[in-house]
C-alpha cells in the first residue's frame, strides 16, 4: 500500500501539508486531502497575505479570490476565478466539479452559484490589509475624474518579494496511490482590477493525472500561463523524467520565454509529484522558493534549486 504523500508551496505551506497529511491518515482521498490542506491556509489569518480572507486587495481595495482543483484518477476537475465575499474558493471549486457540467466559474455568477450551493457571504477585509493598502498605494486614493494608475508595463516587472508570495498550492498521494491538487489564491497584491493569473487555470497553475504525475506553480502567473507549466511538468513526467528534472526543465523555459521577449525573467516556482511518491521543486532565480513536504506523519520545508538564466 503506497505511503500518503503531501506537498505544498512557500513555508505557509507547512500548515497545509499538515491539514492534509492528517486527512490522508483518516483515510480521505487524494483531493479531499489537497481541499483540506487549501482550506487550512485559507483560514489562517496568520501566515499568508495572498490566500482567503485578509489578504492585500487589487487596485481599487477590493479582494478577490481564485481557486482550482483537479482530481488525477478520473481528470475531473473545477475552478473559479475573481470571486469577492466567498471565504473558501477552493471548496467551491469544488462545488463546479461535482455540480457542474464546467471546470470555470467566474466573478459574480461564481458567486451566484456559490449562494445557490449554501456558501455564506462574508466581509473579507482586515483592518491590517486596508491599512496596507492605504499607506502603501496613497496613487490609488485619487480625487474624482483624476487619471488612474497606469498599468503594468509587464508581468515580468511585477515585484514580488517575500511578504507577498501568493499562491498556495497542494498535492497528495493518497495510500489507493491516487493523486489531487489543490491551488488557492487571491493574486498578486495591487493588481489591476479584473486580473487572474495561473492560479485557477487547469495545465497552468495546476495539473493531476495518476498515470504521468502532479504538478503545481507559484509566482507571476502570467509567466506559468505562457507556458502551460504545469501541465508540461506533468507532460514530461510522462515522458519519463524525475519530478525534479521536469521543474527544472519548466523553470529554464520560462527563463526562455523572458529571453525572447528580452525581459528579465519573472520568479516563479514549480513543485511535482510523482506516481511513485517522488517529489522535486526548482525556481526562477532570486525566488527562495521553500516548499513542505509531509510523509510518515512528519512534515519539513525543503529549499528548491534556483535556475539561473541562461543555464
Known amino acids: 500500500m503506497p505511503d500518503p504523500i503531501v506537498i505544498a508551496t512557500w513555508p505557509f505551506g507547512k500548515v497545509a501539508a499538515e491539514a492534509a497529511l492528517k486527512s490522508l491518515a483518516n483515510g480521505d482521498p487524494a483531493l479531499d486531502a489537497a481541499i483540506a490542506g487549501a482550506q487550512a491556509v485559507e483560514d489562517d489569518y496568520s501566515c499568508r497575505t495572498s490566500v482567503g480572507f485578509g489578504s492585500l486587495p487589487d487596485r481599487l481595495g477590493r479582494l478577490t479570490l481564485d481557486a482550482c482543483v483537479m482530481d488525477g484518477k478520473t481528470l475531473s476537475c473545477g475552478a473559479v476565478a475573481g470571486v469577492e465575499h466567498i471565504k473558501h474558493p477552493a471548496a467551491l471549486a469544488r462545488r463546479v466539479m461535482d455540480r457542474t457540467p464546467h471546470v470555470l466559474l467566474v466573478g459574480e455568477a461564481a458567486k451566484w452559484f456559490a449562494l445557490q450551493q449554501g456558501f455564506p457571504l462574508e466581509v473579507p477585509y482586515t483592518t491590517d490589509a486596508i491599512k496596507e493598502w492605504l499607506e502603501k498605494h496613497p496613487d490609488l486614493r485619487q480625487k474624482p475624474g483624476a487619471n488612474p494608475p497606469a498599468p503594468c508595463d509587464g508581468a515580468s516587472e511585477i515585484n514580488i518579494d517575500a511578504d507577498h508570495h501568493d499562491t498556495v498550492t497542494v ?4 495510500a489507493k496511490g491516487s493523486l489531487g491538487g489543490a491551488c488557492t489564491t487571491s493574486g498578486l497584491a495591487y493588481k489591476l482590477p479584473g486580473r487572474v493569473g495561473d492560479s485557477p487555470i487547469i495545465g497552468a497553475g495546476l495539473y493531476a493525472d495518476d498515470l504521468a504525475g ?4 507559484t509566482g507571476v502567473g502570467e509567466e506559468i500561463i505562457r507556458i502551460a507549466g504545469s501541465s508540461y511538468v506533468v507532460e514530461l513526467m510522462r515522458g519519463g523524467r524525475s519530478p525534479q528534472e521536469a521543474c527544472v526543465r519548466a523553470c529554464e523555459r520560462v527563463n526562455a520565454s523572458a529571453g525572447r521577449r528580452g525581459v ?3 520568479r516563479v516556482a514549480f513543485l511535482a509529484l510523482d506516481p511513485k511518491g517522488n517529489v522535486g521543486a526548482a525556481c526562477t532565480a532570486k525566488t527562495n522558493f521553500q516548499y513542505a513536504v509531509g510523509r510518515g506523519g512528519k512534515v519539513e520545508l525543503v ?4 535556475i539561473a538564466a541562461g543555464m
Open 303 to 306: 529549499q528548491a534549486k534556483e
Open 171 to 174: 498535492l497528495t498521494r493518497d
Open 214 to 217: 502532479a504538478a503545481g506553480g
Open 264 to 266: 528579465h525573467p519573472a
